[in-house]
C-alpha cells in the first residue's frame, strides 16, 4: 500500500487577489464612488466614515486601507471627531489648517457639509 504525501499548506495556490468578495483589485461602482467621495474633500475639512458611505463605514475603512492611489485618506476621521492613525494622519491635518479639539477633529467647524 503506497504511502500518502500529507498535503501542505504550502502546497496550495494562493487565491487570487481579485476573487475575494471583498477585493477592490478591480474597482466596482461601489469602490468608485468610495473614492470619489474622498477625493472631493477639500483641503482643511474632514468627512467621516458614515458621511462617506452612511450603510458601510467599515467599507470605506476597507477601502482606504487597500487603495494607495493617492487618496487624501487623512481626511476622513471617526464619528466623534477621533483619528485612527494618529500622529502621523493629525500632523498631515494640521498642515491643512484642520481646527482641532484636544485630541480630535472640531467636527462643528471641519466637517464638510453633506449637500457638498
Known sequence: MP???????????????????????????????????VRAIPTGFVRTYGDIDPRAPRFVGFVLATIHDDLPWHRVVRSDGSLTQGRRQRALLQQEGVPMRGDRVDLRRARLQSHL
Not at 20 to 36: G, I, M
Open 3 to 37: 504511502l500518502h504525501r500529507p498535503r501542505l499548506i504550502l502546497d496550495t495556490p494562493l487565491p487570487d487577489a481579485r476573487a475575494h468578495p471583498l477585493s477592490v483589485a478591480k474597482y466596482d461602482q461601489r469602490t468608485d464612488r468610495v473614492v470619489r467621495r
